[in-house]
């Protein structure tokens, strides 16, 4: 975890990472290399329960986590972390460990886990996830395309999507948006991907936007406040996008004043970035719309060593919900800051932004969030549990909770794309089978989605989530919030 006195690089580059970062400066407690090594520790033999998975790739000191692909010239000097083959339904038990090979990028398929019936088609499924995942802005985003190997383990060792294999590629555009061309481009031309899933580029991802379009290649999840999910036909969130998801904040912000009495809304957000700002103009504007009182709306530096200015005129104007619009560490600094003035509002913090790693500070005991995903790793009901269980086997140990889940049932959308069809798989069936889903929950975990040609956009549903002394809790219990604006 990074100190808690004064920026760090980390937090600088999170901010630069668009709106969908504020808050995920801590990222995963593991780092890097931790991550590269629990990855070849996977590819030598099964994974376990808590263990890494294999998959991706990693290099030298300056090409950390990068994933060697076809045709890269770059020497790796750490193991190999590339795809691997994986399938089964995501309803499977997953008992048995996988058997599933990492492989390079451009490699053949690992092989398949027992319990799975005679494949009706043949071949293979190869997807992949295309993101910043190396150096700083992949200590936040690791942990997705992760998941989408762990989520293809365990489909492969159920039997698979109608009894293919699931090969997934890691592709790591280290930042560079020609370098994100190039490699999706490759993805699809040569290495045979007929999909992306949870792909986090928010810097980068417009690179590809009118060639995934041209091409009829779908993405399945990734950051929904990146511009190109609300208007590409073949981006497909499984929350919701953009506006509305600004809208579904302010919506659980209100919620949860009206049911502890509060009403004088305040924000604060980092100068750094534009999209900070812009984000504190939306969410303020959506919760006067909803009947709270904005009475406070401030920017400030994540470079400024004290906060204690900024505290006492939110105090002084009556704030009781704070939306925070910094980094992670920022808002700790903050919330010591505030509460040596005496000073302790209820903090919000953007969903991506409340991680484990805050339960151990008492200035952030209250924080809450609107998630627009079943609090997954709270559990409670079946298909809960399930994946709880299964991220547990499958990846292991995690922070960024948020992240996983939705990377998890973004996987489970493109397994629900493919369930029914029969022979070999091409991109179209993917786009086709995503039109074909209609009030799909995936069993309470999301809004109910039905992607249409003329609007794929999820609606706007939510789960309160607060920590409450040092644990993170459900105030409204499972019950799913879903309202229009």
Known sequence: MQPTTGPNRRSIV????????????????????????ASASAAAGPVERGAGVAGGSTADSDDAASPAVEGDTRSPSSPTRSGVSTVGPSTGSGSTSPTGDATTGGGAAGTTGGGGAPAPGTGEIVIASVGSY?????????????????????????????????????????????????????AVEEQGVIAFVASHAPLTGSASVDYLNQQGVVTIGGQGT???????????????????????????IKRFADSEGLNNYGVIYCVESASCSEFADSTSRFAEELGMNVVYKQGASIAQPDFTSECLSARNQGVEVLNVGLDGNSLRRLAGACARQSFRPNYFQPSEGLENNMLGDPNL??????????????GGTPAADRIRAEIDRYIGDV???????????????????????????????????????????FGGLTAPI???????????????????????????GLERQCRSR
């Open 14 to 37: 999170a901010l630069m990472l668009t709106l969908a970062l504020i808050g995920s400066a801590c990222g995963s407690r593991r780092s890097v290399e931790e991550i590269a090594a």
């Open 450 to 476: 039905t992607y249409t040609e003329a609007n794929k956009n999820p609606p706007i549903c939510y789960w309160v989530v607060a920590i409450v002394d040092g644990e993170m809790t459900r105030p409204d």
């Open 134 to 186: 190396s150096g700083i802005p992949g200590s936040v985003f690791a942990e997705a395309p992760l998941t989408v190997q762990g989520w293809a383990r365990s489909v492969n060792e159920g039997g698979g999507i109608g009894g293919r294999t699931v090969k997934v590629l890691v592709l790591d555009d280290q930042g560079d948006l020609s370098r994100h061309q190039t490699l999706v481009r490759r």
């Open 399 to 441: 922070d960024n909770l948020l992240l996983v889940a939705q990377a998890w049932i973004s996987a489970m959308a493109l397994e629900r794309a493919l369930r029914d069809v029969v022979g070999d798989v091409d991109r179209s069936d993917v786009l086709t089978g995503l039109r074909t889903i209609s009030n799909e929950d």
């Open 365 to 378: 005991d209250g924080t809450i969030t609107g998630s627009p995903i079943f609090p997954v790793t709270l």
């Open 226 to 252: 990146d511009a190109w999910f609300s208007t590409s036909a073949v981006h497909f969130s499984v929350t919701a996008v953009g506006a509305d998801l600004n809208y579904l904040y302010a919506a659980a």
